[in-house]
């Protein structure tokens, strides 16, 4: 019984009906979004990021040769997608004035502007170890199977990226307290 469910994965989705794989991505839409937008921060983009996913995952799902690791694979494809709309983008940071304009009064806008910001500043690897742990809730081990990359690799990467953007957030705090007291004094 065991030989014939692994010759049933290995197969991929050579056999998979249209409707078949239609409803597995239908399946993990919610997850593919909440990636789709921590990545490119933006309804529209993400939302076209994820028909370009399904695009690409339809026309090479004859590449994938365990069924078992659908999921895993459309997410690299999805993270691929992000990461190629990023490099086309590069959009210019907005000034400060511009950040003070669309945050208006709250103070926490503008923080939460400032963790995104250093967030992009990250490299892309730890940056993706980053959204998948803490905005998607994957485990280490669930992020080692999706990158093909050991657990300690992760962990690592995990704890290079949060002591960079402790550096980075204590450095911009150390600055605002400055100015704050330049201001005061």
């Known amino acids: 019984m065991q030989e014939n469910e692994d010759s049933t994965h290995v197969q991929g989705l ?3 009906s249209q409707e078949t794989l239609l409803a597995r991505i239908q399946s ?6 909440g990636i789709a937008f921590a990545y490119l921060r933006n309804e ?3 939302l076209e990021a994820i028909q370009e996913t399904v695009c690409r995952v339809w026309s090479k799902r004859k590449s994938l040769k365990d069924s078992r690791y659908f999921t895993t694979w459309m997410i690299r494809i999805l993270i691929n997608v992000c990461m190629d709309e990023r490099k086309k983008r590069k959009r210019e940071m907005p000034s400060d004035s511009a950040i003070k304009d669309v945050a208006g009064p709250g103070q926490e806008s503008i923080e939460r502007l400032g963790i995104e910001e250093q967030l992009a500043k990250l490299l892309p690897h730890y940056k993706m170890v980053i959204v998948l742990k803490y905005y ?3 485990t280490i ?3 080692a199977e999706m990158m093909e990359k050991p657990d300690g690799t992760i962990r690592t990467w995990l704890h290079k990226a949060l002591k ?4 980075e957030i204590g450095e911009r705090e150390g600055g605002i307290r400055h100015e704050r007291l330049a201001e005061e004094g």
């Open 14 to 16: 050579k056999n998979w």
């Open 164 to 167: 960079q953007l402790r550096a």
């Open 44 to 46: 529209d983009d993400a």
């Open 141 to 143: 081990t669930q992020i």
């Open 136 to 138: 998607r809730d994957m």
């Open 28 to 33: 993990e839409k919610d997850k593919m979004y």
